[in-house]
Structure formats: C-alpha cells, structure tokens
T-cell receptor, first 111, second 110 residues
Framework: GQQVMQIPQYQHVQEGEDFTTYCNSSTTLSNIQWYKQRPGGHPVFLIQLVKSGEVKKQKRLTFQFGEAKKNSSLHITATQTTDVGTYFCAGPMNRDDKIIFGKGTRLHILP | EPEVTQTPSHQVTQMGQEVILRCVPISNHLYFYWYRQILGQKVEFLVSFYNNEISEKSEIFDDQFSVERPDGSNFTLKIRSTKLEDSAMYFC????????FGSGTRLTVV
C-alpha cells in the first residue's frame, strides 16, 4: 500500500547545530504537509507544499518538495531548545481525503 | 486562532466497556477525522467524515468503532467494547487548508 517513510527516526544534535529530516513517498503526492508534535502534545500543522520543487521558509525552518513530488525535507538551522519534538511529514492518499503520516523524526537537543 | 477541542483529556475504562470520545471541530471546516497514536508510535488514520457520512476508514476502524455527528457541532468516536490494545491517544482533526488537530484524549483500557 501507499506509504510515507521518514528518516532518521531519532536525531540528537548540540544546540546551535543544524538538523534535517527526510521524507519519501511510495507514490507521487499532490501535496505534502509537515507537523510538529511536542512531547505529550498533539500534532501542530507547520506547512503545506504543493508545487514541484517548491521551497518555503519559516524563520529557521526550510521546507523542500522534490521535483518528482515524492520526497521532501525539513531543515532547521541553528537549533534551539524550543525545537525539541517529533517532526512528521504527511501526504494525502487516495482521494486526497486523508493524510498518512510518516513515523516521524524525534529531535533531541543537547545543551 | 480557531481550535479543535476534545473531551475528556483522559479516560480510563475497563476492558469490554463502551467509551465515547468527543470532539468539537472548527465550525467552518467540512472534513473531520479521527486518528490515534499508540505511545511512542506514529499517528495512524482511523476514519474520515464528510457530509454527514464516513468517506473512508482504515483497517483499524472495525465494527467496534463508530462515528457520529449528532448535532451541528459535535463529532464523536464510539468504541463499543474496548480492548487493551485500544489504549492510545485519540486525536480528532478537521480540515481547512492543513489539518487542525485537537489536543487528544488519552484512552487507557485496563
């Protein structure tokens, strides 16, 4: 079946270092969404990418959507302790009616 | 900012009992969803609801599960006879552009 795969599963970085998580879909996506879940919290929508090759920035976060619309990445520059959490990518499947989440990348920041 | 609200925040129930999880989606959204997340795992799709009917459901959403929109604002998930493996966080979401998730109900089946 359709899958969204995400790597790495865990990432430990020193505060101030950069962080990247990668997302791959088994099928072409009409769009891809990114969510952040703080420990004990709920997924919070960050962004949606729609166009092939699209790049969007939110302060220190840079989101990319691949040319083939099957992969995406989230890059955080100069991580801060507030960046701690799990970052999920999610893509619509079938009739765009539901989104399927990747397994997420859990980011730990070492002080 | 509009929110999706879920109640209760935590529910403990005995195996075999029925539970109803409640959600109030964002008022002008048309698509509603239930997802669940077993501790430490990914968020899994359960069911989507549009125009007062189920539009899609996953393999997890078997005959023990049902959803209702009993009035214009509430959206409920019922589990008829809970099992231990139903213990999880259950998130309601509604869709405008991106999805807005509620803060979840932690269901513990003992």
């Amino acid at each position: 079946g359709q899958q969204v795969m995400q790597i790495p599963q865990y990432q430990h970085v020193q505060e101030g270092e950069d962080f990247t998580t990668y997302c791959n879909s088994s099928t072409t996506l009409s769009n891809i969404q990114w969510y952040k879940q703080r420990p004990g919290g709920h997924p919070v929508f960050l962004i949606q990418l729609v166009k092939s090759g699209e790049v969007k920035k939110q302060k220190r976060l840079t989101f990319q959507f691949g040319e083939a619309k099957k992969n995406s990445s989230l890059h955080i520059t100069a991580t801060q302790t507030t960046d701690v959490g799990t970052y999920f990518c999610a893509g619509p499947m079938n009739r765009d009616d539901k989104i399927i989440f990747g397994k997420g990348t859990r980011l730990h920041i070492l002080p | 900012e509009p929110e999706v609200t879920q109640t209760p925040s935590h529910q403990v129930t005995q195996m075999g009992q029925e539970v109803i999880l409640r959600c109030v989606p964002i008022s002008n959204h048309l698509y509603f969803y239930w997802y669940r997340q077993i501790l430490g795992q990914k968020v899994e799709f359960l069911v989507s609801f549009y125009n007062n009917e189920i539009s899609e459901k996953s393999e997890i959403f078997d005959d023990q599960f049902s959803v209702e929109r009993p009035d214009g604002s509430n959206f409920t998930l019922k589990i008829r006879s809970t099992k231990l493996e139903d213990s999880a966080m259950y998130f309601c979401a509604s869709r405008g552009g991106g999805y807005t998730f509620g803060s979840g109900t932690r269901l513990t089946v003992v």
